[in-house]
T-cell receptor, first 113, second 115 residues
Framework: DGGITQSPKYLFRKEGQNVTLSCEQNLNHDAMYWYRQDPGQGLRLIYY???????QKGDIAEGYSVSREKKESFPLTVTSAQKNPTAFYLC????????????FGPGTRLTVL | AQSVSQHNHHVILSEAASLELGCNYS??????LFWYVQYPGQHLQLLLK??????LVKGIKGFEAEFIKSKFSFNLRKPSVQWSDTAEYFC?????????????FGAGTRPFVKA
């Protein structure tokens, strides 16, 4: 089945540690996205990538980093510089043409202790 | 600041009642509009979308939305809700000038349908 996988589903880290969230898609989509979802705030864009080896900052990129070395993979690193990292993180993708809906993964809930 | 506003963050209604969730946006020009739904424990998924043409858009599961350009609105409706419609609903706007890659989401509305 085609889709987006995110792992792990739940992640716990100590304060001050960097952590990398995985996102893989087998939909052959060009664009990929990372969002952060907090209660009452909807989804906020962290980073997005239109093509391999290229990515742009979203609205809340501070304290996060990404890479796009392969079309199917778009990992997100939450660094120790992110002041409030505990959140639900969603990865999404869209096919070529951009004027299409986004397809979402199941999300990773990160808790920093 | 430009934004997407959803009204009635929490709504309680009975089965068979009609549902209307409000969405207003503040972007000018040609926008693409979406409603996404997140059922408990499931992926966020598309309910319906509007790009052009007939401003009344029909989606999955009996939902529809009406684009009113003069009011900058894209309200979601369902004539008769079911218990299974309990979920979180997000309005989203793809504003012009972003190359089609940036989507702005509202804060979400969570109607609770009593069985």
């Amino acid at each position: 089945d085609g889709g987006i996988t995110q792992s792990p589903k739940y992640l716990f880290r100590k304060e001050g540690q960097n952590v990398t969230l995985s996102c893989e898609q087998n939909l052959n989509h060009d664009a990929m996205y990372w969002y952060r979802q907090d209660p009452g705030q909807g989804l906020r864009l962290i980073y997005y990538s239109q093509i391999v080896n290229d990515f742009q900052k979203g609205d809340i990129a501070e304290g996060y980093s990404v890479s796009r070395e392969k079309k199917e993979s778009f990992p997100l690193t939450v660094t120790s510089a992110q002041k409030n990292p505990t959140a639900f993180y969603l990865c999404a993708s869209t096919p070529e043409g951009s004027y299409n809906e986004q397809f979402f993964g199941p999300g990773t809930r990160l808790t920093v202790l | 600041a430009q934004s997407v506003s959803q009204h009635n963050h929490h709504v309680i209604l009975s089965e068979a009642a009609s549902l209307e969730l409000g969405c207003n946006y503040s972007y000018g020009g040609t926008v693409n509009l979406f409603w996404y739904v997140q059922y408990p424990g499931q992926h966020l998924q598309l309910l319906l979308k509007y790009f052009s043409g007939d401003p009344l858009v029909k989606g999955i599961k009996g939902f529809e939305a009406e684009f009113i350009k003069s009011k900058f609105s894209f309200n979601l409706r369902k004539p008769s809700v079911q218990w299974s419609d309990t979920a979180e609903y997000f309005c989203a706007v793809r504003p012009p000038g972003t190359g089609g890659f940036k989507t702005i989401f509202g804060a979400g509305t969570r109607p609770f349908v009593k069985a």
